[in-house]
Structure formats: C-alpha cells, structure tokens
C-alpha cells in the first residue's frame, strides 16, 4: 500500500508539526504522518523540527533551553499568517494518532531519546503503526539493540553501498532517499534488496510526480491533498 505522509502535518497549509497540522492532514487524505521529536529542558518528548525557534519565531532559542510550559507560550505561525499553534508533546499526538486511519514516522531529531520514544509507543499501544526514523545511523542502531522487531528507516542524501550493507545487518525495513537523487532504476535496485523506499524533500508537484514515476512505496509532502488527488485520480 502507497503511503502518503503529511510531512509535519499538512504544513504547507497550517503550522508544521502543530495538532491543527496533523488533523489537516488526516482531513485531506493523507494514511500517514510525519512528525519530528525533540526533548525539553525539563525532559518533555514534543514535535518539532529544528533545534532553534528561530526559523519559525525568529526568537534565537533552542528548544533543549525551554521548559515546556515556556515553549507552549510562543506560537508557532501558520504559512499564510493567519493564525498560530503551539508546540506539542508527543504524547498529546500520539493519543490523537493511535484511533487515525494512519501509519506515523517519527523522525529522531536529538541524541538519547530513543528509550524514552519507544517507552511512549509502547504506552499508547501505537508499536505497530510506526516507523522511526533519522539521518543519523546511530540512531537507528540504538532502536534495533532496544526493540529489534520495531521497524526503522534511515533518511539519506545519497545512497552508500557500505551504509545499506549495514542496514540490512541490523535489520533496517526502510530506506528514504531525498527526491531529487531517484531514478526508476535506483528504486527498482533497493526494493530488490528488501527495503520499503520513502521519498523525502518532496518541495513541489514536479518532484511528487517524479517520485511517483521512479516507484517509491511511499512519500512525505507538505501538500498531502495534492498526492491524494493523483493517488485517487480526482484531477
């Protein structure tokens, strides 16, 4: 089955990574969810991207310096201006999550969380409609020692032979190229070697139908109406 992620939520309409993003995104179609999760000053699991405001608030702070009583207080805007959310916990989506017709990727965005990721999974019964995933191998090396049966995914620039040897060693189901690197020969080439194969920097209708023509088993837009739309051949 094709998955559609709603990347941070249907962020290309509402605050990314924000509950009114997450229920956007289910609203317009998409089967699944993308969502990032970082850790507070006070030990907060919460979903967000960066690891500053800035880019978003343009207050210069890290997440990791904010309680998360003080992080609720700054909103986070919506992309046409018209309204703000704010940041939260992982907790509070997952228990959205676990009765949505979705599978979620949870992308790992700070070091050492990852017995407290797969605590929250486990306690919201949400284990087998995840995937966890990051840029960071050691990431996904430090789930599968904790939770070999839980399925992972590495993102990546660029595919290194050396790199899918390891994952297939420990076990890795997913592999996410960034859209611009895929050919229908380099998808072809990866399924055959086991993994699931999501696309990521999916920007533009252009890269989204490129995707869609390589092969990929799934994808994370921002614009998850726009997928569905093709998907379901309503335009």
């Known amino acids: 089955m094709f998955i559609n992620y709603a990347h941070r939520g249907a962020s290309a309409y509402a605050p990314e990574n924000t509950m009114r993003a997450f229920r ?23 979903l967000f991207h960066d690891e500053s405001l800035l880019r978003l608030t343009g207050r210069d702070v890290r997440i990791g310096e904010l309680t998360f009583d003080e992080l609720t207080e700054i909103g986070i805007p919506s992309p046409d201006g018209t309204g703000s959310d704010t940041v939260p916990m992982l907790s509070t989506f997952l228990s959205f999550a676990k009765d949505q017709p979705v ?67 420990i076990g890795t189901e997913q592999i996410c190229p960034k859209a611009e690197i895929l050919s229908p020969e380099l998808v072809r080439s990866l399924r055959k070697s086991g993994f699931n194969v999501r696309a990521w920097g999916v920007k533009d ?24 739309a093709i998907l379901n051949k309503t335009v």
């Open 103 to 169: 599978l979620i990727a949870l992308e790992i965005k700070a070091d050492g969380i990852e017995p407290e990721v797969l605590n929250a999974i486990r306690s919201f019964e949400t284990a087998g409609k995840c995937i966890i995933t990051s840029f960071e191998l050691d990431h996904i090396r430090n789930i599968k020692a904790l939770a070999p049966a839980q399925k992972t995914g590495l993102l990546v620039r660029s595919v290194d032979d050396d790199v899918l040897c390891e994952l297939k060693r």
């Open 205 to 228: 209708e252009a890269l989204m139908l490129h995707a869609l023509r390589c092969g990929v088993d799934g994808m994370t837009v921002n614009f998850p109406d726009k997928l569905y």
């Open 24 to 46: 956007l995104g289910v609203k317009m179609g998409a089967n699944g969810i993308e969502t990032d999760i970082r850790k507070t000053a006070d030990g907060v699991l919460v």
